[in-house]
C-alpha cells in the first residue's frame, strides 16, 4: 500500500531554487503562511513555483488577509498561474489584519469569488489545540466541510491518534478525506527547533516524556517516520494520503528498492506521481 504524497515547503529564500533542484515536477507542493512571513510571500512563491511546472497549494491564513479585496487578488492571481487549490487556516496572527478572523468567512468568500470552483483544504487537530475546544474545533468543521474537499491533520506522530481521530470524524458527521500530517526525515535538532517556531511545538511533548517513544525518535541523530507511515497503513481506507512536513529539508534519502516509506518518499523515483489550524 502507498499513499499519495505532498510536501510542504516553508517559503524562505531560496525555496524554489531547491525545489526545482530536488523535486520532481510530478510532486504536489503545499506552501504555507507564517505570520511573519505574511501572505504576499506565500503566493510569490506559490505562482513561481507553479509557473515552473508544479502543482502548487498555497496556505491562505485568514488573520494575514487584509481586506476582501485582498482575497479577491489572491484568488485571481491564483487563477492566473492555474493554482486550483488552497488550504484555509485562520492563522497565528494574535491581531487579525483584517475581516477574517478564522477560515470559515474565507472559505465563504473564496466559494462565492470561484464558484465553487476552486479546491480547499482545512485543518484537523488530532491532538487537540491549546486555545480552542474539542467541541469548538468539531464544530468548526462540520460547519467548514460543504466549502471543503479535505482534512489535513496538525503534525502527529501517533498513528493510532491519527487513525482515533479520523475514526472521530466519520462518527460525528465530517466525511472528509483526512491526509495525516506527518515529519519527514530530518535532522532531530531540526525537528524540534522548527516545529516550535511554526506553531506546532505542542505535539513534540513527548520528548520530555520517559518511555519506548521518547527513546526511539531521540536515537541517532535524525528523524524517521517509518514507523509512523507503518502504523498508518494498519488500517486501510482510514489515511487518504500523506501531508509531509518537509522544513525545507529536501536532501534526497538513500533507500533500497523495496522501501516505500515516507522517508523515501523525498527521492525522485519515489515520488512521482504523488497526487493548520482553526
Known amino acids: 500500500m502507498k499513499f499519495p504524497i505532498r510536501i510542504e515547503i516553508i517559503p524562505a ?17 503545499s506552501v504555507t ?25 498555497p496556505h491562505l491564513a485568514g488573520r494575514s488577509i487584509s481586506s476582501r479585496a485582498e482575497l479577491t487578488e489572491i484568488v485571481r492571481g491564483c487563477d ?3 493554482i486550483r487549490e488552497v488550504f484555509v487556516i485562520g492563522g497565528d496572527r494574535k491581531q487579525p489584519a483584517g475581516v477574517y478572523d478564522s477560515a470559515l468567512p474565507v472559505l465563504e468568500d473564496i466559494a462565492q469569488y470561484t464558484g465553487g470552483t476552486m479546491r480547499a483544504g482545512v485543518a484537523g487537530y488530532p491532538e487537540g489545540h491549546p486555545a480552542v475546544s474539542p467541541v469548538d474545533l468539531l464544530d468548526g468543521l462540520l ?9 489535513v491533520t496538525q503534525m502527529c506522530f501517533s498513528p493510532e491518534k491519527i487513525h482515533d481521530y479520523a475514526a472521530l470524524l466519520r462518527r460525528e458527521g465530517v466525511h472528509l478525506p483526512v491526509w495525516a500530517g506527518v515529519a519527514g526525515a530530518v535532522p532531530r ?42 502504523g498508518l497503513k494498519s488500517q ?9 512536513y518537509s522544513f525545507n529539508s529536501l536532501d534526497p534519502v538513500p533507500a533500497g528498492p523495496e522501501q516505500t516509506s515516507t522517508t523515501a518518499a523525498l527521492q525522485p523515483t519515489m515520488i512521482r506521481g504523488a497526487a493548520r489550524e482553526h
Open 189 to 230: 535538532t531540526r525537528l524540534v527547533a522548527l516545529a516550535g517556531q511554526i506553531g506546532v511545538g505542542s505535539s513534540l511533548k513527548f520528548l520530555s516524556r520517559k518511555g519506548p517513544l521518547a527513546r526511539k525518535l531521540l536515537s541517532g541523530d535524525r528523524y524517521s517516520p517509518d514507523s509512523l507511515i507503518a
Open 143 to 151: 460547519a467548514k466541510q460543504h466549502l471543503a474537499t479535505h482534512v
Open 80 to 82: 492566473a498561474a492555474g
Open 13 to 29: 529564500q531560496g525555496i524554489v531554487e531547491q525545489v526545482q533542484a530536488l523535486v520532481p515536477r510530478t510532486t504536489t507542493l
Open 236 to 244: 486501510p481506507g482510514s489515511i487518504a494520503g500523506i501531508h509531509l
Open 33 to 57: 503562511c507564517l505570520p511573519h512571513h505574511g501572505i504576499e510571500r506565500t503566493m510569490r512563491t506559490a505562482v513561481e513555483l507553479s509557473d515552473a511546472g508544479y502543482t502548487v497549494v
